[in-house]
């Protein structure tokens, strides 16, 4: 079983910083991706970024130079630095893991952290 546990959500001006943490535990897959997605409300679930476990990156290109990932293996643990924060980035926030080549949606899922940002 795998649980995923999330945090670093909250509430910031325009213009700021977060930095989100995700830590796995559990038996998951040794060649795996680890990713950020996050849900607006009345919109659908939509990737933000990921990295493979030989830190190879994807982002979507709404936070290209402004949102970095990262990981640390030792730790199962993925990392999500958001800065220049703008209000069409507020959602909830959910870390997953999935198996190397499998769906972009498929695996263990966390329970979700809330960004918010005001204008």
């Known amino acids: 079983q795998v649980q995923l546990v999330e945090s670093g959500g909250g509430l910031v001006q325009a213009g700021g910083s977060l930095r989100l943490s995700c830590a796995a535990s559990?038996?998951?897959?040794?060649?795996?991706?680890m990713g950020w997605y996050r849900q607006a409300p009345g919109k659908q679930r939509e990737l933000v970024a990921d990295i493979t476990s030989g830190s190879n990156t994807n982002y979507a290109d709404s936070v290209k130079g402004r949102f970095t990932i990262s990981r640390d293996n030792l730790k199962n643990t993925v990392y999500l630095q958001m800065n220049s924060l703008k209000p069409e980035d507020t959602a909830v926030y959910y870390c997953?893991?999935?198996?190397?080549?499998?769906?972009?949606?498929?695996?263990?899922w966390g329970q979700g952290t809330q960004v918010t940002v005001s204008s």
């Open positions: 559990g038996s998951f897959f040794s060649s795996n991706v």
């Open positions: 997953n893991v999935r198996r190397y080549g499998s769906g972009s949606y498929s695996g263990y």
